[in-house]
């Protein structure tokens, strides 16, 4: 199939909102009639969106075990970006670049949680390694509320070589590690970077890590080793935005 699926009210409400051209249907469990479900329904019609109420088995079928509580629309398939497209989108920016990189991230929930905060810190890419990587598929976008749409995803083949690359273009690679001697708060995240996060437990590649121009920790106060990636994420990417505003 040439499309996807997006589901959960919270999920949709935000497609509908940002990308209504990319809806190719609306299914909507039969029996749900409350104020939400109906002004998707509206919305639906009104941009022309063929709407089908349809049993709870169906929708079942199409979310393979997630909650869509309810509602699933069909979409076009989620754009994502290769190697070849990373200098265009980068040549096009007005601003210095503000990447994320994410090595090893295979859980499509973190995946989806990065790109929703990747958006909301102004992100102008978020890069990942094809192999061994979470797909954006319909759970991440789902997490993703509608990021998967704003937030150019690059796939790459070689994730050492493609940072490697970025930093000839001057992008500084800011690497984050527990054992690290720097605090985020008292680095420079000012000018083009890229910040580069790892898997959780496991971390960054080794030769991910020996391609980071400097690592970051962050701060810890109470008991806990390490935090989610998606939630470290968000503590390093505001700091940046702190910074950069």
């Known amino acids: 199939m040439n499309d996807d699926v997006v589901f959960g009210l919270h999920a949709v409400q935000s497609l509908f909102e940002h990308s209504p051209e990319k809806v190719l249907e609306l299914m909507i469990q039969k029996g749900r009639t409350d104020k939400r479900i109906n002004q998707l329904v509206e919305d639906a019609r009104r941009q022309g969106v063929t709407v089908r109420f349809v049993e709870r088995n169906r929708l079942d079928g199409r979310v393979d075990g997630g909650v869509h509580q309810g509602i699933v629309a069909r979409v076009a398939q989620a754009k994502v970006y290769r190697e070849g497209d990373l200098e265009d989108l980068l040549d096009n920016l007005e601003e210095p670049p503000f990447l994320l990189i994410l090595d090893g991230v295979t859980d499509p929930h973190n995946l989806g949680a990065c790109l929703r905060t990747a958006d909301a810190a102004g992100v102008h890419a978020m890069i990942t390694p094809r192999d061994k990587s979470a797909s954006l598929n319909a759970t991440a976008r789902k997490v993703a509320c509608g990021a998967a749409d704003n937030v150019p995803l690059v796939q790459v083949t070689n994730l050492a070589r493609t940072m490697e690359w970025l930093k000839e273009r001057g992008v500084w690679m800011i690497g984050t590690a527990g054992e690290s ?32 121009d400097s690592l970051v920790f962050i701060p810890m106060a109470g008991t806990v080793s390490s935090l989610n990636v998606s939630v470290a994420t968000g503590v390093c990417l505001f700091e940046a935005v702190r910074q950069r505003s």
């Open 181 to 212: 001697a720097g605090n985020v708060y008292e680095a420079d995240l000012k000018g083009p970077m890229a910040l580069v996060m790892g898997a959780e437990g496991k971390g960054m590649r080794r030769l991910t890590r020996d391609k980071c």
